[in-house]
């Protein structure tokens, strides 16, 4: 049998030092190998003698080894390897560092004299003399070891564009780029087949899987490669979307409770919306509708409601739960931390008692005292009507709801898959499904991850809300840090709330915790793949502890009592925080990123975020939309220590989107352009097989793809649903890998 896609790399590769470090970035098949995708390709190179050659021009030379020799470096470890090399009529050489003595072993292995290679590399000019540091190399010979056979093969190696891949201190881009031509050869194009229907294909324009393979790892121009990479990303656009469609439909297979009008009993959400003390914006009606209009089919709703920060989403949830409730059915709403459930029913509880409705209005956490917890547990259990209101604590085995008709999740990005499905998957009858989220997805994200649910957006803010100033401070401007916290006070002084936020909790900790909301940014790409910016900042990012003791320093707050809040503080602390917060007795409140989501303070009128450029765009939009729920004047601060003289520098450009827009579309957008795409989703979204399913295509800048693929996959499922058809075996296969393979992925299943 010849090599398929499965073959493991080991049974055509013998080299086990690159077969360890292939494997090490998770290549271990051909099929790994030949999806494990170059992140850029460089421009045609010329060819030429040495002395042609110009410092700062990348050239491609033909030449001999004249001398090897190695030394020590003396300022630091490792070791200095220079090869003198002439073409007959000029000299150069190049120069390699390491502090690796098998690497320097294997360089002077090669590095033979009268050996004849052809290089390629950037000349500078080093002592009077051509040199070339860590050039490409190819050894030209027939003998084993040697790269290619003539000096012609290595030119065309070497002049033709070049894949450049992400490499690791074990293997380089070059020698994964080898690795992968050496496997092309060995392919039967019949052994990759295509993916993509053929009339599709053919419509497109786009390249046989294969031809596509081919032309990005070795392209001929640089128009190949890119035409390559098209083909590839519209296959990943197209079973992504075939997956979810299908996902979609077997949600409709299953059964749910129906939720209708009453006919004798009084309507449960006219009466609560005719008390709210404001009127519903267009928006919230719509979705109120539509939502009751969902719940009254026999087959499960599943709805993606995206909303700003303050648009009104509690207010959409708490009417559907009475829909379910007024039915004689069971409603439950999920809240990511302790303090945001609490808040949640303490709000819930004085709407419901305004609105003069007597429901059982139920309350469990994860720390409750063990009679308490099974008080709270007894109510659901009985299958009475009742709301529910819970953290995590609610997907544990001891949760009964026989009667459970909808659940709601709330700040969805914060709960992994598999937590929000324990409930469906354990019900005999799947429960509705409504997941909320503030955290801004553009659409053509959101088609992307949520493509097996509906989407509602509340685009409105509620009459009364006033816009929030947004500010942009550097840290090292003392006049105008004074004036921040002099306005600080004097919203104190006027009754109103101020949060201060810092990405640590103290010296000792790197940054928050993921469940107390840290997200700051790591390292940092181009779309090159280069560095934009360290790893760690210059500076050790601000702490709660360490902020807490200097603005109690400050004249600007004598005689306030600043409070605290972190991941780290155990729930009731949590909760004696924000109750102390909200009530006066500490106006100042030095957080965390705890109070990202949910957290609703109405006096709270002033937000100062200190390292805010270490933070993603759409958490800062969270941050900021903590303060201006009351109807006052409302301020955020951005506090950097980075230089924004450069407006074109990274730090300048994410505070300028973040000051200049609180459209959350837009923020949302900069932020994936900026940072990719799993920052915006949050843990549970980012970095496992959500983000690897996706290799080439980009949420944002390929929104017309994913429409496209989207129409494209409608087509298909209508002609042929369970893609049984001889033309959609491939495809039917490729959506069943990435179904299995993306459980992160899938928000319901």
């Known amino acids: 049998m010849g090599l398929t896609l499965d073959s493991p790399l080991s049974s055509c590769m013998t080299n086990k030092r690159r077969l360890g470090a292939l494997k090490a970035l998770g290549v271990t098949t051909v099929g790994d190998a030949l999806t494990y995708y170059p992140f850029r390709v460089t421009d045609p190179l010329p060819r030429g003698s040495i002395r042609q050659i110009k410092v700062g021009q990348k050239t491609a030379f033909a ?41 320097v072993d294997w360089l002077l292995g090669k590095f033979r004299e009268k050996r004849l290679l052809v290089a390629a590399g950037e000349a500078s000019i080093y002592g009077g003399s051509l040199q070339f540091t860590h050039p490409q190399v190819l050894m030209v010979g027939q003998e084993p070891g040697m790269d290619v056979a003539t000096t012609e093969e290595g030119f065309a190696r070497l002049t033709e564009p070049q894949p450049v891949y992400h490499a690791s201190s074990r293997i380089s881009s070059e020698h994964i780029h080898e690795s992968i031509l050496g496997l092309i050869p060995l392919l039967d194009p019949d052994s990759v087949p295509d ?61 749910s409770f129906i939720c209708s009008s009453p006919v004798d009993e009084e309507d449960l959400v006219q009466r609560f919306i005719q008390s709210l003390p404001f009127n519903l914006t267009a ?37 559907s739960m009475l829909w379910a409730a007024q039915a004689g059915y069971q409603a439950l709403l999920v809240a990511p931390t302790q303090v945001l459930a609490q808040q949640h029913h303490e709000s819930i509880r004085a709407m419901l008692t305004q609105a003069g409705i007597d429901l059982p209005l139920v309350l469990l956490t994860g720390n409750m005292r063990l009679a308490d917890r099974r008080k709270a547990l007894a109510i659901p259990a009985s299958g009475v009507p ?54 801004p997805i553009p659409r053509s994200a959101a088609m992307t991850w949520f493509g097996n649910l509906d989407i509602s957006w509340l685009t409105e803010l509620p009459s009364g809300r006033k816009p929030i100033t947004s500010v942009v401070v550097r840290e090292g401007d003392g006049g105008t840090m004074g004036q921040m916290f002099l306005h600080a006070r004097k919203r104190i002084e006027a009754g109103e709330r101020v949060y201060v936020i810092c990405p640590r909790i103290d010296e000792d900790q790197a940054d928050e915790d993921p469940q107390g909301g840290g997200d700051l940014l790591s390292r940092r790409f181009d779309p090159e793949g280069l560095p ?218």
């Open 386 to 439: 009742c709301i529910v209101i819970a953290t995590h604590a609610a997907f544990s085995h001891s949760f009964q709801a026989p009667r459970l008709a909808l659940e709601v999740i709330d700040e969805q990005h914060r709960f992994g898959v598999e937590q929000r499905e324990t409930i469906r998957q354990a019900a005999d009858v799947i429960p509705h499904l409504l997941v909320m989220t503030a955290t």
């Open 532 to 749: 934009l910016d360290s790893a760690a900042p210059s500076q050790p990012l601000h702490s709660v502890e360490e902020m807490s003791q200097r603005l109690a320093a400050l004249p600007q707050f004598q005689g306030i009592w600043i409070g605290t809040l972190t991941g780290r503080d155990d729930e009731e602390s949590k909760a004696a925080a924000m109750k102390d917060f909200a009530q006066g007795r500490a106006p100042l409140l030095v957080a965390t990123t705890v109070i990202e989501v949910g957290v609703d303070v109405p006096q709270a009128s002033c937000i100062i975020i200190f390292d805010s450029d270490h933070f993603g765009l759409s958490q800062l939009h969270q941050l900021r939309g903590r303060v201006g729920r009351g109807g006052t004047r409302s301020w955020a601060f951005f506090v950097t220590r980075a230089d924004l003289s450069d407006p074109d520098s990274l730090a300048a450009r994410r505070l300028e989107v973040v000051r200049s827009t609180t459209d959350g579309a837009e923020i949302a957008k900069a932020d994936l352009d900026l940072r990719g795409a799993g920052d915006v989703l949050g843990d549970s979204q980012s970095g496992g097989q959500a983000i690897s399913s996706f290799k080439l295509l980009r949420v944002v800048k390929d929104a017309d793809l994913i429409t496209r693929a989207r129409s494209q996959a409608e087509s298909i499922l209508r002609a042929d649903p369970a893609l049984t058809q001889a033309n959609h075996i491939q495809l039917a296969g490729a959506v069943l890998d990435f179904s299995r393979g993306s459980e992160d992925f899938l928000v319901s299943s």
């Open 195 to 255: 993916i993509i229907p053929e009339e599709v294909r053919k419509e497109r324009g786009l390249l046989h899987r294969f031809d596509a393979l081919k032309a990005i790892h070795k392209p001929e121009t640089t128009e190949e490669f890119w035409k390559g990479i098209d083909s590839m990303r519209s296959e990943e656009a197209l079973v992504s979307q075939t997956a979810l469609l299908q996902e979609r439909e077997k949600m409709r297979e299953s059964t």
């Open 63 to 103: 030449a001999k080894v004249r001398r090897v020799r190695t030394s020590s470096m003396n300022s630091r470890r490792g070791y200095r390897v220079e090869v003198q090399v002439d073409d007959g009529d000029a000299a150069a050489s190049f120069v390699f560092f390491s502090y690796k003595k098998h690497y």
């Open 283 to 319: 928006g919230q009606k719509e979705v109120i509708e539509r939502i009751q209009t969902d719940m009254g089919q026999a087959y499960p709703m599943s709805r993606l409601l995206q909303g700003e920060v303050g648009s009104g989403k509690t207010v959409v949830a708490l009417a």
